[in-house]
């Protein structure tokens, strides 16, 4: 694919309910991000993937979300028992490699997740 | 983490030279400086990063003072499509990969 995907592109859930944010990452790229974006603010780190591992979790604001890329390529956040706080877009990114200087973060359009 | 200072908005006219100015006076020897763009209802956009050297890419320059504890964003010829919200991001690496830690940004509004 051209770039990063993610789906659904907007999702309204009711309070309590589960949600689940799809990203299609750009082929071969090892690294994987998530971030949480409110509403006139900068996205928040939530989440990091290298493959299969999840190897940094600290920006996961409570145990109801949780994120996985079981085959170190698609990646799935879900959001369990939904509240209005979880109102934001939702970015993923994906990068080449893990470290060096020119390891840009390419970003999908995001996931705009309203709860009522 | 190193923070960064933006000013919240700022004007340009089209054809103009657009001038974003970021402070990071905490910046670390190692810390490289990042700049992203993010269009309306868009996720970020690349345009270009520096460590201690003035980069030019196809779309902007970037001058680090020498003392790298700030950094001007140069748009050459801004255009309509250019109206966006400009991210300072001082680069930090973590466990391993690098951590984008995003501020508010700069608003700029590109005007005919």
């Known amino acids: 694919g051209a770039g990063v995907s993610q789906s659904p592109r907007y999702k309204v859930a009711k309070r309590g309910q589960d949600v689940a944010l799809r990203c299609d990452p750009i082929?071969?790229?090892?690294?994987l991000f998530w971030y949480q974006q409110a509403l006139g603010q900068g996205p928040e780190f939530l989440t990091y993937?290298?493959?299969?591992?999840?190897?940094?979790k600290s920006g996961l604001p409570s145990d109801r979300f949780f994120a996985e890329r079981p085959e170190g390529s698609v990646s799935t956040l879900k959001i369990q028992r939904t509240q209005q706080e979880d109102s934001a877009v939702y970015l993923c990114?994906?990068?080449?490699?893990?470290?060096?200087?020119?390891?840009?973060?390419?970003f999908g359009p995001g996931t705009r997740l309203t709860v009522l | 983490d190193a923070k960064t200072t933006q000013p919240p908005s700022m004007d340009c006219a089209e054809g103009r030279a657009a001038n974003l100015p970021c402070n990071h006076s905490?910046?670390?020897?190692?810390?490289?400086v990042y700049w992203y763009r993010q269009i309306h209802s868009q996720g970020p956009q690349y345009i270009i990063h520096?460590?201690?050297n003035n980069e030019t890419n196809e779309m902007a320059s970037l001058i680090i003072t020498e003392d790298r504890k700030s950094s001007t964003l140069i748009l050459p010829h801004a255009t309509l499509r250019d109206t966006a919200v400009y991210y300072c991001?001082?680069?930090?690496?973590?466990?391993?990969?690098?951590?984008?830690?995003f501020g508010t940004g700069t608003r700029l509004l590109v005007s005919p």
């Open positions: 990114a994906s990068s080449l490699g893990t470290s060096g200087s020119s390891n840009e973060q390419f």
């Open positions: 082929s071969g790229h090892v690294s």
């Open positions: 993937f290298q493959n299969e591992a999840q190897l940094d």
């Open positions: 905490t910046i670390s020897g190692n810390e490289y």
């Open positions: 520096g460590l201690k």
């Open positions: 991001i001082v680069r930090v690496d973590s466990a391993g990969f690098q951590k984008l830690v």
